[in-house]
């Protein structure tokens, strides 16, 4: 059995919070923040479960390890995420000043760490994060790919059950 780096390590720990929005029928995004070796915050997406936009992972997770160590700043931290952060998530890394950030998937259609833009490395920013791509990425897509395709099966199946009654009413 082959062994795990670091990094890998808290991106396990990440997917087992992904893991946990996925149970609760949101999207299985995790995230979870290190400092000094040790996960200091968790999060994982609860937008349909809270009603919120603000209820993702890294805001979480940020809101959490910020309490844990009595500032708003993030300095010397390193955040594991499974997706490639959105602008809003991306924003609040950078001013929360991450030191380093580990993306699992990277998100074509709206990533902020690298795909669309990014967010995380700009030159113009007072702070710039060291970022980390690719780490655990095939089971951190095949996570999220397997929620998409069973979400459409769910929603295909709704679309049939509501032709088949409308033919029946029909009758």
């Keep these: 059995?082959?062994?795990?780096?670091?990094?890998?390590?808290?991106?396990?720990?990440?997917?087992?919070?992904?893991?946990?929005?996925?149970?609760?029928?949101d999207v299985p995004i995790g995230c979870?923040?290190?400092?000094d070796g040790k996960v200091i915050a968790r999060g994982y997406n609860k937008r349909n479960?809270?009603?919120t936009v603000l209820a993702h992972a890294e805001l979480?997770?940020?809101k959490k390890a910020c309490?844990?160590?009595?500032?708003?700043r993030?300095?010397?931290?390193t955040m594991y995420i499974t997706l490639e952060p959105c602008q809003m998530c991306a924003g609040a890394i950078v001013q929360a000043r991450v030191t380093r950030v580990v993306i699992g998937s990277m998100n074509a259609k709206a990533g902020c760490g690298g795909s669309v833009l990014n967010l995380l490395e700009m030159q113009e920013f007072n702070h710039q994060v060291q970022v980390e791509r690719g780490v655990l990425q095939e089971e951190?897509?095949?996570?999220?790919?397997?929620?998409f395709r069973k979400l459409r099966e769910i929603q295909k199946e709704k679309k049939?059950?509501?032709?088949?009654?409308?033919?029946?009413?029909?009758?």
């Design 1 to 25: 059995m082959r062994k795990y780096t670091e990094d890998e390590k808290f991106m396990k720990e990440a997917i087992k919070q992904a893991k946990k929005a996925e149970a609760i029928g």
């Design 32 to 35: 979870v923040i290190v400092h």
């Design 49 to 51: 479960k809270d009603k």
């Design 60 to 62: 979480l997770a940020m």
């Design 67 to 72: 309490k844990k160590l009595g500032d708003w």
């Design 74 to 77: 993030l300095e010397d931290c």
């Design 140 to 147: 951190c897509s095949e996570m999220l790919s397997a929620f």
């Design 160 to 171: 049939r059950k509501r032709k088949q009654m409308q033919e029946e009413n029909q009758d």
